[in-house]
């Protein structure tokens, strides 16, 4: 079966600091995979995707970046951190749900906390 | 994608049904309805999906209405474990080699009281 893991769950950076979130999946080769960020009190944002390695496409222009250098791996980085980088980031991969339909299966996400 | 609107919050009593609507008026007719929900600090879940037909799986049953401009997500016997905020997505269906991604309102709150 596929699974998806994000880690660390909980991250508390300061202003400035670089910022690493990881993102594996298993159990598929080749999937669509996403980086969502979900602000308090607000609904998801999709930040990137990626339809394979090395390539990502952005969906909201920010202080952050993604790459994705394995197949099954998919990284959100920042150089600098800023307070408005807080929020819970979720990361996502598609794939079927039911008759040949596709659905998003998301990580357990990362609650960062930027101070 | 087709905008969707949902009540911000909703109570429902444990052992009831929750009837969570969701109104879509400007779908096109190759948009499909889907339904996901987030228990808090978690990650979104599937529940359901549909296009014109009724669907059930053992998490839900999706009704849609017949001109499709609306759809009711129905928990049949809701526990206090279905406390989460329920998400009314529409959008095409997106072949296996394309890239896309689902855009998430700020769906309904669904409160279930002991």
């Known amino acids: 079966s596929q699974t998806i893991h994000q880690w660390p769950a909980t991250l508390v950076q300061p202003v400035g600091s670089p910022l690493s979130l990881e993102c594996t999946v298993e159990g598929t080769s080749n999937p669509n995979l996403y980086w969502y960020r979900q602000a308090a009190g607000r609904g998801l944002q999709l930040l990137f995707y990626?339809?394979?390695?090395?390539?990502i496409s952005s969906e909201v222009p920010q202080n952050l970046s993604a790459s994705r250098p394995q197949d099954r791996q998919f990284i959100l980085s920042s150089k600098k951190l800023l307070l408005s980088d807080s929020g819970f980031y979720l990361c996502a991969w598609r794939g079927r749900v039911r008759r040949g339909n596709y659905g998003y299966t998301f990580g357990s996400g990362t609650r960062l906390t930027v101070v | 994608d087709a905008k969707t609107t949902q009540p911000t919050s909703m109570d429902c009593a444990e052992g009831r049904a929750a009837n969570l609507p969701c109104n879509h008026s400007t779908i096109s007719g190759n948009e499909y309805v889907y339904w996901y929900r987030q228990i808090h600090s978690q990650g979104p879940q599937y529940i359901i999906h549909?296009?014109?037909n009724n669907e059930t799986n053992e998490m839900a049953s999706l009704i849609i209405t017949e001109d499709r401009k609306s759809s009711t997500l129905i928990l049949p016997h809701a526990t206090l474990r279905d406390t989460a905020v329920y998400y009314c997505i529409v959008r095409a269906q997106v072949s296996g080699g394309g890239a896309d991604g689902l855009t998430f309102g700020k769906g309904t709150h669904l409160i279930i009281q002991p």
């Open positions: 990626s339809v394979g390695i090395g390539q």
């Open positions: 549909g296009l014109k």
